[in-house]
């Protein structure tokens, strides 16, 4: 953990003119997104790989959909921590460390039981994007600020299409 922590903080010469001190407090809330989004994509491909019932075919494909943007949000959320001259800590193992995101249950079979676990972490994790973005803002960084409006408002899209599976 105290390797983490440090790994954490290793930090490079930029030439972006946003204060050193809240360019660290930026860097940790992306590498934190980071994390999630990592847990999220690994934890969307599970439910891709296992779900189950007579809509198989189209929740497979769904959350094969989902998976892709989350890959994307975990490139942009690394690459927006090395541009800020931040250590991106983006292995699988340093994901699961940091995640705040609950595992994946492993005892569901019902295809809707599926599409709730997908959809109760997606809303958690477009949730807290959505507080990153007031957070990065009053830290200066309207740039990190527009990506995690921009991926908070494609997650709350996907978050809709999960959930009117549920409403009706
Ligand atoms: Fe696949």
């Not at 490139?75 to 292995?91: K, M, N, P, Q």
Request: proline content about 2%.
């Amino acid at each position: 953990m105290a390797t983490q922590v440090a790994t954490r903080a290793r930090t490079f010469k930029t030439s972006v003119d946003i204060p050193a001190d809240a360019r660290g407090k930026v860097v940790r809330v992306l590498n934190q997104h980071l994390a999630d989004s990592f847990d999220l994509l690994s934890q969307v491909k599970q439910a891709h790989w296992n779900v189950k019932g007579s809509d198989f075919w189209q929740l497979h494909k769904l959350f094969d959909e989902i998976a892709a943007r989350a890959a994307e949000w975990v490139d942009e959320f690394a690459e927006r921590v090395t541009a800020l001259g931040g250590y991106a800590t983006g292995t699988a193992r340093m994901a699961a460390a940091s995640s705040r995101l609950p595992e994946f249950p492993t005892d569901i079979s019902d295809s809707m039981e599926y599409v709730r676990a997908v959809a109760d972490r997606l809303g958690a994790f477009t949730n807290s994007a959505r507080e990153a973005i007031e957070e990065t803002d009053e830290l200066g960084d309207a740039d990190t600020a527009d990506l995690f409006t921009e991926i908070s408002r494609c997650a709350d899209k996907y978050l809709y299409f999960l959930e009117a599976h549920l409403q009706g």
